[in-house]
């Protein structure tokens, strides 16, 4: 039974943590907050221990009726990893705590790939991941990115891909970050940082990614295109895709043309939190011309990292060593019923 | 055990569906669509029979893989009570069949008061539904304003009432809909539709309403303003507030300051489709000046009117004769924990 | 011919800036920026000479291709009085600066009261503002409920005024602000900010607002509900303010019913930077309860003050002594054509 | 002096109107609605004469204050040639109309190429429009695809175009559209129409394109990819785009990285109705990678075909045979004075 610590029980670290308690082979032993929240009733309700990460702060969580269990140090003593879902830029600076004590440590896309040396995607390379005490799990684009490009890469070989990121502005709960009206070139360089963030997972991919922010709250949208080294069939690329457990295909029987009518369908069916932990590839759009392949393909910011996080916890703990069992180990915990 | 038909599986008629499914004492026999759609696959998947408005239409679901049980005259034929959620204006038109066939019908708020001459909220007039073959459940913000006008009006008397409705543009899946960046009066003319809608509940409250439309997705926001009879104690106000099976106050150490994060927390706390079945009161805001009481409560859209549904069923069948014991029951049939 | 100087280039400086060009009693000697950007392009394709805050950072601005004319302190050194239009905050910490020059200072409504001990609104105290040496012009909100609750208290006296007010996320340029799918209580607590402001002009009236931000950049939207002293007759309250001359009725004849479409109607009329200077009234809201008067108003935040800064100008250096000179000197230069 | 009837007086026509008026060689002889709303006040205060389509509505107009100088019908006999500015699907049903009187006529893209068997762009085939009766100005993206298109085609051959346009959800004043907070694929096949109608005007380029609409109102953004068919310069390229008099290059410093600070932009620079009547190219984002070209562009959906028609008029009617001169005169008459 692993035990799993939190440190930052924030969008990306609550998901975690249900995720954890909903293996059979790890446990939450606690989360951080740095101040009461609507987050801390949560973990509350759940039971999580509340570690905070300045103890000074204790008296002003006990009299929001909030008990605290003490501090990120003694939280992280008791524990066999740490899921470091601070803010991006936040994480880094935990880093000598973490060698100080020895704890093994996962780090979210907000932070470089040099916080740990080491990027992980459960697609990509588990097996290079066992026994490492320090990983990075990409952030969402990139994990949506790798899963669909190592696919295409093992079946036809990928000369070249060029994507295009339609980002979220902010999370549903974000009221602070806009735009509200309007389209932010987010870089307006070419290349955006993606491309390489990718080659981090996947040094050998030829990639140039582009990226832009509007107004939504709810999944990005990429496009993606690539260049393959062999003529890809449409039938059997859909094949593959179906066969894919963090792949599920948008099926246009649905009717569904929109992030936010598959949020509903992931709603509706039941996920927690109406989260969609896979890449969302809607099969109308999958095209391909000569060796070129086109799609659209709806990336969920808030979920698809999360199973990706346990998945990492298996490979770096070794407690399993074949990714294809803890894929599907974390995908049944999360009753991950098929889109379509 | 009350034999339910849901005529209009969309936003409102999926959520009763569950909400009866979750009930002892009824159970679901029947949704219908008039398209192949998202909804109709998670029909499938709940294992609803899927009746079809125009029977001629059995082959293109069929062909996306839905199985038809029937038309919607077979569907009512097999029920005690139909629960009519189709679009404004189209429940209407309903009627003749309604009456032809006998059964027991339930209207929503889209729909006139003279639909079915009574016009139902639990909180207010429970009783006076008990036999009846019609009734009308009052939209989501006239529930949310009998809710509160009549807890007031019991203690203190109501001598007027003023409310600013700023209302959602469109659902979260609803992609046709705007404003994208505008604030539209609706209607310009003061009042709006909706201090008549609760009068056709509450018959004696003076009220003026206006209305307006914003680019949000994710509940309404009233502005509440009562001149009492007699001078409210603010404590005694959160108190009777705090007891209210079907108002929940949001406290101020949650942080919580707007309707995303509202929304948020009760997809945080696991209820099901993040839904707010009550008024959320933002208790920092309930403040007395004299005899006048003024509060913020957030309407989520999709919900409120949904456990409304349910003691309507009970009511008009009279399963169960007691409001109190109706409201609890289905409460706790749907986990409805306290947002607070 | 006054010399205004503007400290702070951006939404409201540099409308400012161009009102002060229009008018033939005053003229612009210099506007400030703190760093290069588009609006510097813009001062400098008016010809307005560039001072900048910090003096070492001329190199950055000349490589951009703008030239630099000096420090914010040689601005003011050939400058009658300063409109200090920095962001909110920033402007009482130029007060030491201008006491120091002995120059005559206006700050806008992102600083409090207090900065100058006076607060300005051309319809309710310009007189009183003749030769003091600092002022402040209210927030937009505050305009625009001081120039209605003005109005109507000489026509009728004001018992109470109830106003709620619907606030923008951020201006149509401002990327960076949320909220993106929220209505958000600012503040969460009754009363907002607004009435006291409005007590800072007009000490005598009894206001209670409230205050909420919804993701819309063009206007904010004001329900006032006034308690008179006397029963108004709706024709006569329509015609005192189709007499305002800082009042816009928007007509039901043009189906205009939303602060996009309105601000749609003063670009098509030609208004520079489609601004809308005056408060529009929608005339089919103007409703007369016994009593009771109720009404919307659009109020765009970029635009209301800007008209009140020339007059406030005009007093301040007492070139004008009468404020309907002032008043119709500033509309006539603006070519402020009625919306209706 | 050419006579122009402009049929449809809504947010294209109304930009035509005043683009014409503004010409030496060419008046406005009338503009027609089919029901009073602000515009119809708008041509008004133009002195453009009003006629409308259904002459049995005289009395609502007349009743509103607005004078009705005739039917359509009526309009079109005292023209040399009519820009249908009529929503899309209605310009085809003029058709016949138009045949029937034997005057010139231009349909907007958002009737299809058919409707003239001859689609414009002032950049690509100006010369091959020269004494049609009948042309189709090509949509806001299609206009703002051809011309870099075509551009990049003359200076270094185009082997291929892939491009993928980020759409508004609807004009700034159009309050009934959406989404609000969703990514919508339209359509999500791939390629979308875009490709075909570059073709309609350049039929030699391979191109696919990939659209989809986000909760905006100013602006398109277009990802435009080219292989080209010798390597570029970046440099080379950038001086071609300086020249190209419809083609704007938004510097990096102007800090500019949306399309709301770019609206902005025009609005300050004093653009009449803050017009972009050029694609904005987004200086850092021009990269050459070998023969590849990578960019983002800027189309204001309402601005860009307004030029085209003018240019239009010109090339059907003859009074000026070279596209360049006419070009010039184009954009001088409407003070088109450069973004950088």
């Known amino acids: 039974m692993i035990r799993v610590a939190i440190n930052g029980y924030g969008t990306i670290g609550k998901r975690v943590a249900d995720a954890v308690a909903a293996q059979k082979d790890m446990k939450v032993i606690g989360v951080s907050k740095t101040r009461p929240s609507h987050e801390a009733f949560v973990a509350k309700s759940r039971g999580y221990p509340l570690y ?15 008990p605290v269990a003490g501090s990120v140090d003694d939280m ?6 740490v899921v470091d879902a601070t803010p991006g830029g936040v994480g880094v600076k935990n880093r ?13 896309g907000g932070e470089d790939h040099e916080v740990a040396g080491f990027s992980f995607n459960s697609d990509c390379n588990y097996k ?5 005490q320090f990983a990075r799990v ?61 080659q981090s997972v996947l040094p050998h991919i030829n990639i140039v990614t582009l990226a832009m922010i509007v107004p939504v709250t709810m999944m990005h949208m990429h496009v993606v295109q ?5 003529e890809p069939d449409r039938n059997h690329v859909l094949e593959i895709m179906d066969k894919h457990p963090r792949i599920g295909l948008v099926k ?45 393909q709806a990336i969920h910011q808030e979920a698809d990292v999360v199973v990706e996080n346990i998945d990492c916890i298996r490979a770096m703990t070794g407690i399993e060593k074949d990714p294809a069992k803890s894929v599907a180990m974390t995908n049944k915990a999360l009753n991950f019923i098929a889109i379509t």
Chains 1, 2, 3, 4 share one sequence.
């Not at 690539?226 to 062999?230: C, E, Q, S």
């Not at 369908?265 to 070129?292: H, P, Q, T």
């Open 52 to 66: 905070i990460a300045d103890i000074s702060k204790k008296g002003s969580f006990e009299k929001a009726g909030l």
């Open 76 to 81: 992280l003593k008791g524990a066999d990893i």
């Open 96 to 108: 000598a705590l973490y060698e100080k004590i020895g704890i093994k440590a996962i780090w979210q």
């Open 128 to 132: 290079d991941t066992i026994g490492r």
């Open 138 to 198: 990409v952030s969402c684009n990139t994990t949506g990115l790798c899963r669909i490009i190592n696919t295409m890469d093992k079946a036809y070989g990928v000369e070249k891909v060029r994507a295009v990121m339609v980002r979220r502005g902010g999370d549903p709960a974000d009221i602070k970050r806009g735009p509200i009206d309007a389209i932010v070139l987010n870089p307006v360089h070419i290349p955006s940082h993606h491309g390489p963030d990718v």
């Open 226 to 230: 690539m260049d393959l080294k062999k």
């Open 252 to 296: 246009k029987e649905t009717g569904i043309t929109s992030t936010a009518e598959l949020k509903e369908y992931a709603m509706d069916l039941g996920r927690f939190r109406s989260d969609l932990w896979e890449n969302g590839i809607f099969e109308e759009s999958v095209s391909c011309l000569g060796k070129e392949l086109y799609l659209f």
